[in-house]
Each structure stands twice: as structure tokens, then as C-alpha cells.
């Protein structure tokens, strides 16, 4: 299906799709990508189907997990607490299917940018070496 494009106006530039997958433990998801062939914007998101009581789930992350699927709701919390990270829900909240490592390369990424606000460029290096040294 095409649509107009919010961000440029292109007319019916902006592809939806959508599709719908049962995944073991967790349930029904909905995962829908709008992609728009004129000026790129994308954006996705995973949508639970079902209903279900909250869950908790352990993972202890070695190299041969890597590849271990993650399903985050909209509604879920992840937490590392081996480096103090956590991802609560918020109003922009977004679910997705992934990988511990996509899950790793996420955290990194906002780690980054919250990195690049820091004012001091010796504050910003100290942290950068510091979360490397973590993910290693």
C-alpha cells in the first residue's frame, strides 16, 4: 500500500507494510515499516497482538548468545545491570524484534548521543573509553 509521505508530501511515495508473526513465548506481534522512495524516511515499529500478564526474562549475555531473539513491547523495560543501563517506557516507546546484539548496538547508539551532549571533550573521551571497554 502507498500513502502521501507526512515529511516531504511526495504524493504516494510512502510504502506501508505490515505483517504479522506468532513468536514462541511471547505471542502474536504486528510489525509495520513506513519507507518513503522520495527523501528516505522510515520508520518502524512492533505492535503486540495479544494480550498478556507481564513477564520477566534473564538473559546472561556470553558470546554464543549473541544471536538470541529479543522481542521489546512497547511496554517493556530492559536493563543491563552490569553497566548500569536501563530503557523504561516512555510516550514515544517503540516495540522491535532483534537480537542481544542488536539490542547491544542500540545501547551503544544512545550512549553515544547522550556522549556527544556533554560539554567537556575530556568527559566525553573519559565515558567513550569506558563504554568500549565494557562492550568488549
Request: net charge neutral; charged share 30%; glycine share 4%.
Amino acid at each position: 500500500m502507498f500513502a502521501d509521505c507526512p515529511i516531504c508530501k511526495a504524493s504516494q511515495k510512502l510504502e506501508v507494510t505490515t505483517k504479522t508473526e506468532k513468536i514462541p513465548y511471547f505471542g502474536e506481534i504486528m510489525e509495520s515499516t513506513l519507507l518513503c522512495h522520495e527523501c528516505g524516511y522510515k520508520h518502524a515499529d512492533t505492535i503486540c497482538v495479544e494480550k498478556k500478564e507481564p513477564v520477566k526474562y534473564t538473559l546472561t549475555v556470553e558470546k554464543e548468545n549473541l544471536n538470541a531473539r529479543v522481542v521489546k513491547s512497547q511496554s517493556s523495560t530492559i536493563t543491563i545491570p552490569e553497566i548500569g543501563l536501563k530503557v523504561e517506557p516512555g510516550p514515544q516507546s517503540q516495540g522491535y524484534v532483534s537480537n542481544v546484539e542488536g539490542v547491544l548496538d542500540r545501547f551503544e547508539k544512545a550512549v553515544k548521543t547522550a556522549l556527544s551532549w556533554a560539554e567537556d571533550e575530556q568527559v566525553k573521551k573519559m565515558r567513550l573509553s569506558y563504554w568500549k571497554i565494557l562492550l568488549r
